[in-house]
């Protein structure tokens, strides 16, 4: 009996911990994504890469010297503001010798087929400040992007966070069928591990679309397969709902507030149904576009995880009472899914190829990831219920309160917004 306690005990203060250092899970991939456009033809892979200039210089900031300022990475220079030390684009740098760049960037990345990398011919580098690059989406923008004539024309002087480059490499390796994709660079960057990557694969007619994340020092295998493009969406999906402190703990109270399998079925239902609609719209634009939107969702969702936990402790009847929380959890879903919209909309457009599939295969993964969840502590709350009922009910409140205090701390982080 107290191993059991101990063992539940020991599983909710792990996730409390996991979700106490991660609440804001939906919006660390501003400036954290890269997107590779690869082509095939006769001669090899054209690659279209786009990624934030941090990805290739931070890890190159040299020694720090007399002065008490580290020597700046290529193509940047250091200046103290307020006391912190900033790094900015070497414009003049830039100009002078563009390729320069282009090879760091070259070094870094690693095209392998059969396990052998192969070398590549630099073609072209664009940068561009954040906020203003042209699209990258498809094949065509990627193009359209690398063809342009002035190269980051912006005389002001430009934070090294806020450069976009756009980079054309070329390999001469005749026809290939599947090859890898991987980095050999760290740049030491906060949140760097939440990095997201795309990898668009054009081979003829078919186009596939793969999802990896991190540093990507572990290769991500590429072929001709439908099923192997979709695995990789569907693998982020189930991340997504595991590694989202929010979603995780809403699950959680909506699974101690279950009074049967039926009433738990009918709640993990109404949460796939609201979600699935919302994450559709959400990604597909049908949803507000005003800067409270998202800050708004955030804020309801902390608020939804309070509600749960109100609904564990004095969960509806029988009867009526599945069909009322069908009808909650539902409304509930609906605002957990623009949550995951929020962030699959970053790094898949909607104009993408093959966008249905991603969508399909992410959303899938994220049941996925809910029935895990549901797997491991449902048979903990069946256990705990043939315990005396004060255990189950001190338990019960014990998991509703801490989840209530941690979506508490959410809610006045998130209110900070409208202030």
């Known amino acids: 009996m107290v191993a059991v306690r101990l063992f539940f005990a020991t599983f909710l203060f792990a996730t409390i911990l996991l979700c106490a250092g991660r609440a804001e899970s939906h919006f660390n991939l501003n400036q954290n994504v890269r997107i590779h456009h690869v082509a095939h033809s006769e001669d090899g892979l054209d690659i279209y890469l786009r990624l934030p200039m941090p990805y290739l210089v931070a890890e190159l900031v040299g020694p720090e010297g007399s002065d008490g300022l580290p020597d700046p990475a290529p193509y940047t220079y250091n200046q103290i503001e307020d006391g912190v030390l900033m790094h900015y684009l070497d414009q003049a740098a830039f100009h002078k010798d563009p390729s320069g760049l282009a090879r760091i960037a070259e070094n870094g990345f690693s095209l392998s087929i059969d396990g052998r990398r192969q070398i590549a011919e630099i073609v072209s580098i664009i940068l561009h400040p954040l906020g203003q690059e042209p699209g990258f989406a498809t094949l065509s923008e990627a193009r359209s992007a690398l063809a342009q004539r002035d190269n980051f024309p912006t005389p002001e002087e430009i934070y090294v966070g806020e450069v976009m480059v756009d980079v054309h490499l ?176 970053q790094i898949l457009r909607v104009d993408a190829p093959n966008v249905w599939h991603s969508l399909l295969a992410f959303n899938v993964g994220v049941e996925a990831g809910q029935v895990m969840i549901v797997l491991l502590v449902w048979p903990l709350v069946l256990l705990l219920r043939k315990q005396p009922g004060r255990i189950w009910v001190g338990s019960r409140a014990v998991v509703a309160a801490c989840a209530s205090l941690v979506a508490m701390v959410w809610v006045v982080e998130r209110a900070e917004f409208f202030l």
């Open 170 to 345: 070329r390999f001469l390796t005749g026809e290939v069928g599947a090859y890898s994709l991987s980095y050999t660079s760290d740049p030491g960057l906060p949140g760097q591990e939440e990095t997201a990557n795309l990898i668009l694969d054009y081979n003829g007619q078919k186009v596939r679309t793969f999802r990896a994340r991190g540093l990507m020092h572990s290769p991500v295998d590429v072929s001709g397969s439908a099923t192997a493009a979709a695995s990789t969406f569907f693998v982020e999906g189930i991340r997504h709902i595991l590694e989202g402190p929010d979603h995780v703990l809403f699950v959680l109270c909506m699974i101690i507030g279950a009074l049967n399998l039926h009433s738990l079925l009918a709640r993990v239902t109404g949460f796939t149904l609201g979600h699935t609609v919302t994450l559709i719209l959400g990604f597909f634009g049908f949803a507000p576009s005003g800067a409270w939107f998202i800050p708004t969702v955030e804020l309801a969702i902390a608020l939804s995880i309070i509600y749960a936990a109100a609904m564990a402790v004095w969960p509806p009847e029988k009867g009526h009472g599945d069909l009322k929380a069908f009808a909650i959890t539902s409304g509930i879903g609906l605002l957990h899914g623009f949550g995951f919209s929020f962030m699959l909309h």
